[in-house]
């Protein structure tokens, strides 16, 4: 059975860099699937970060390109999640994900791990 | 690009059928079957219900079903229970990137 799960700081700095690692377990990310993030700020709804597909294909969402880096490391069978620069406005639960296809279909999710950018 | 449109609450009485809709445009909803549903309850990560427009995933009771009509996809739930109170998301790919709705509060009367 796949399982991920999120691992990372849960307290950054503005205008610092946020960096998550999704492990994933029963399943190795090279063998196929896009492997992507999520996030959801506190009270509100979600928001599709990006994904990676296991050929090196990156996917971002427009609204966080530039500051965003999507990458996986098949060695140690885990995908990470870099944000730039970050603000007050990246505070939210960040989920990771294996996605059916580059169009989303999310079928195995995280926990999730809450980033908090204050100082 | 605009998050897809969803009410933001819809109810039902136990055993009932409720339907919630998710309004986007042809770029998006209208135009790729890559629609998904998912279930959230509180402090829970999202649970896929439905992918591409109808299908369901393994374990995903019979009762919940996705349907599309032009740039609205309907998820429908039918015989309604109390475990089906939830926040529900619709997503959809817009070819490059995937965007979701805001989110319905189902509440279970």
């Known amino acids: 059975q796949v399982q991920l799960q999120e691992s990372g700081p849960g307290l950054v700095k503005p205008s610092e860099t946020l960096s998550l690692t999704c492990t994933v377990s029963g399943y190795s990310i090279s063998s196929g699937y896009f492997w992507g993030w999520i996030r959801q700020p506190p009270g509100k709804g979600l928001e599709w970060i990006g994904s990676t597909y296991h050929g090196g294909n990156t996917y971002y969402n427009p609204s966080l390109r530039g500051r965003l880096t999507i990458s996986s490391d098949t060695s140690k069978n885990e995908f990470s999640l870099r944000l730039d620069f970050v603000t007050a406005a990246d505070t939210a639960v960040y989920y990771c994900?294996?996605?059916?296809?580059?169009?989303?279909?999310?079928?195995?999710w995280g926990p999730g791990i809450l980033v908090t950018v204050s100082s | 690009q605009s998050a897809l449109t969803q009410p933001p609450s819809a109810s039902g009485s136990p055993g009932q059928s409720v339907t919630i809709s998710c309004t986007g445009s042809s770029s998006d909803v209208g135009g790729y079957d890559s629609v998904s549903w998912y279930q959230q309850y509180p402090g829970k990560a999202p649970r896929l219900m439905i992918h591409e427009v109808i299908k369901r995933p393994s374990g995903v009771p019979n009762r919940f079903s996705g349907s599309r009509s032009g740039n609205t996809a309907s998820l429908t739930v039918s015989g309604l229970q109390a475990e089906d109170e939830a926040d529900y998301y619709c997503?959809?790919?817009?070819?490059?990137?995937?965007?979701f709705g805001g989110g319905t509060k189902l509440t279970v009367l």
């Open positions: 997503s959809s790919t817009t070819g490059t990137y995937v965007i």
């Open positions: 994900a294996r996605d059916l296809g580059a169009g989303g279909d999310s079928d195995c």
